[in-house]
């Protein structure tokens, strides 16, 4: 494991406890000096777990496995740094943005790397342990959450006091993916009055199972789940119809907290600027979606913006602001997505007739065998429809 080079990324692929288990696989573990720091893993740690700590070209010489939070794809800042560092015939395991990032994934094919995408795991039963970005999505519902209470100028809670009584903040979640539904839980925790909005009605008992209220939008029979319970991307149509009976809900609001991306395209728009404009002034939208372009018209990737004395916050990596956790949850998708392909004597195999393998894997043996990859190289008219995850 070498050391996370995007800027700002707190995150470790492996934590100390990870790398135990792997050496319990009959694995040997080299990880880059001090990569642990920033999340909370001193090398100490490591080194009392038989790890062995050594360079970062010590790391990648060595490595029959090169473990990493950003790998190229996924680290614009210095991700192409570690290209000449890779060779043929080592695995790679990662966030590369593999549905974005197709020109990264051409080289990690040229260089001969077999590279598995940890966003592409498949939302299947047997790989919930292995699906990263539901452990990250929980994280940045989370983080967008205490984001909001920080920036409102309101408390969230109900508060009787001597000086009278505070009413509870308002809080609109829109959609309850995995971020989603952590946000409802987290602003419910801090005392908030909670309602949530999917496009998915069967989601609606989740998010009252957690006290929230589902909001109810008249789409006209326009349905929006799609494979694997994940909302697929829709119309303009269908968003424009959405967006106005939004802005009747919305108009009620303190916060709102967007969290509507679909994997390899933009984000959709779900709050235009003339929707925020009639939130009160002191309101915040926190809009998690930043990095896909944002679901408010208004977004900026890693600003906030105040328009009209209403902050519109677009963090970015939000996952990373609690890097302890998030490593350990990463660390654990990652230990458990090798554990398919190491066998009792340690030996590596790429099991091609595993779901799991077969659709997190995008290149090998010198090509990109990734289907949903190869669409997006051979060209829009064979891409087909779009899955989203409100997430």
Do not use: W
Not at 69 to 88: E, F, H, I, K, M
Not at 100 to 115: H, Q, Y
Not at 304 to 311: C, D, E, F, K
């Amino acid at each position: 494991m070498p050391r996370e080079t995007f800027s700002g990324e707190r995150r470790v692929a492996l934590t100390p406890r990870a790398c135990e288990a792997l050496i319990k696989l009959k694995l040997d573990v080299v990880v880059e000096s001090s990569a642990g720091l920033d999340a909370g893993f001193p090398d100490e740690e490591y080194a009392r777990r038989g790890v062995r700590l050594g360079s970062r070209e010590d790391v990648f010489r060595d490595a029959a496995i090169v473990v990493q939070s950003r790998a190229v794809g996924a680290n614009p800042d210095r991700g192409r740094d570690d290209l000449p560092l890779l060779r043929q015939g080592q695995m790679l395991i990662g966030f590369g943005e593999p549905l974005t990032a197709l020109k990264e994934c051409a080289e990690l094919a040229e260089r001969g790397v077999s590279f598995f995408a940890m966003e592409l795991v498949p939302r299947i039963t047997r790989a919930q342990a292995m699906d990263a970005l539901s452990s990250m999505a929980s994280i940045a519902g989370y983080e967008a959450v205490l984001i909001a209470a920080v920036t409102l100028p309101k408390m969230f809670p109900m508060m009787m006091t001597a000086a009278g009584t505070l009413t509870p903040a308002k809080v609109l979640v829109l959609g309850a993916g995995v971020a989603g539904l952590q946000a409802i839980a987290t602003a419910k925790r801090l005392g908030a009055v909670v309602s949530a909005y999917d496009v998915r009605s069967a989601v609606k008992e989740q998010i009252e199972s957690l006290g929230a209220k589902f909001v109810v939008l008249d789409m006209g029979g326009a349905s929006a789940e799609g494979e694997g319970g994940y909302a697929k991307a829709m119309d303009e149509a269908f968003y424009q119809r959405q967006r106005e009976q939004l802005a009747l809900v919305i108009k009620e609001q303190d916060v709102v907290i967007t969290t509507a991306a679909v994997p390899g395209r933009k984000a959709p728009i779900l709050i235009t600027a003339e929707m925020a404009e009639v939130m009160a002034s002191g309101s915040v939208i926190v809009d998690i979606a930043a990095e896909r372009g944002g679901n408010c018209a208004l977004t900026r990737a890693g600003e906030t913006v105040v328009h009209r004395g209403i902050s519109i916050v677009g963090p970015v990596n939000l996952a990373s602001k609690a890097p302890f956790h998030s490593s350990q949850m990463y660390a654990t998708n990652v230990v458990n997505l090798l554990k398919l392909m190491i066998d009792k004597e340690g030996a590596l195999k790429i099991n091609l007739g595993d779901e799991i393998i077969r659709e997190t894997l995008v290149t090998h043996e010198g090509k990109i065998v990734n289907a949903k990859v190869n669409q997006l190289l051979a060209g829009p008219a064979t891409v087909a429809a779009g899955e989203g995850k409100a997430s």
